[in-house]
């Protein structure tokens, strides 16, 4: 197990073309595999990232956050609960290649489960490629919800606090900030998220 170390220097990476670029990248979990809860199956992921690519290198990791629905029942599978991590990582594959290998990844965690648990046991988001600003069919950048979701939003503060979006201007921080503020006006927010002590940061 080598990814999880925290380091200030992920969000320094600039994006230029034929360097390598920082990309930030977000994991969820919500349902138990052979791999493990939730959240043995995040650091299986980050795991796999780090091992998949020559091209591909973690840089920092973020504590597991976990999210809850509010109000809802508890569940004795602990299927409502939500596994949440971000990983800054640093690569010369492109966009396309770096979201393929992300599915990649997805398709593993699935190809262990499917039978049992269905599609969503893992989920990896690509938030961030540098400064990259990009809309297609099967690529949007920055991550068009990733500043909707505190889920993304606080752990990704914890490792790349001042990466800045190309699209806002603003930083993650100040994202963050936002969302909380916004958050604090609506009384319908569907999620809390709670910091969990899991002693691998
Ligand atoms: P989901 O299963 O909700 O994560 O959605 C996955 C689909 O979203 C895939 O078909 C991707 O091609 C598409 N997609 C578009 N932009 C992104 C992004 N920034 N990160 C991950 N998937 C993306």
New binding site residues.
Partial sequence: MSGWEKSSKAGEFKSSAGSPVSALVALGSNLTSEWGAPDETLLRAVERLGAISERLTVRAVSSIWRTFPVGGPASPSGQSVFANAVAAVETTLGPFEL?ET??EIEREARRVRKVFWGPRTL?????LFGSEILMS????????RAVWRDFVLGPACEIVPDWRLPTTGLTLREHRRLLVENFANFESTAFWTQTVANGRR
Avoid: A, E, G, M
Wanted: glycine residues 0%; without cysteine; aromatic residues 0%.
């Fill in positions: 979201l992300l599915q989920d990896l988001d690509l938030i069919p099967t690529l949007t950048l920055p991550h068009p």
